[in-house]
Nanobody
Framework: QVQLVESGGGLVQAGGSLRLSCAAS????????MGWFRQAPGKEREFVAG????????SYAGSVKGRFTISGEDAKNTVYLQMNSLKPEDTAVYYC??????????????????????WGQGTQVTVSS
């Protein structure tokens, strides 16, 4: 069983920064994709950013590209999300997720929440205007 634990959420003013962390424990896949998703009240869960540890491929949602950076430490089964220039519309619960990586290139299936096997409990990010 894999457990994912997020940390680093909080309240920040618009234009500020936060860094989220997600640590995985338990038996993980030999090669993982770890992603960050978010869900705002009344909205569907959406992909934010992801990283494939085999090859280091990354991908971002258009709404966060250039502001957010995902990174990871494979040996520690840990992934980070550095969020800069935060906007009120970034307010949401942020979830970390993990799944098995297929090959070394980013795949379209990695954008789908339903294709992830393990999830963290979520961490609230609130950006005030």
């Amino acid at each position: 069983q894999v457990q994912l634990v997020e940390s680093g959420g909080g309240l920040v003013q618009a234009g500020g920064s936060l860094r989220l962390s997600c640590a995985a424990s338990g038996r993980t896949f030999s090669s993982n994709v770890m992603g960050w998703f978010r869900q705002a009240p009344g909205k569907e869960r959406e992909f934010v950013a992801g990283i494939g540890f085999s090859g280091g491929s990354t991908s971002y949602a258009g709404s966060v590209k250039g502001r957010f950076t995902i990174s990871g430490e494979d040996a520690k089964n840990t992934v980070y999300l550095q969020m800069n220039s935060l906007k009120p519309e970034d307010t949401a619960v942020y979830y970390c997720a993990a799944r098995r990586q297929l090959g070394t290139y980013w795949r379209t299936s990695y954008y789908r929440a339903a294709d992830y096997d393990y999830w963290g409990q979520g961490t609230q990010v609130t950006v005030s205007s």
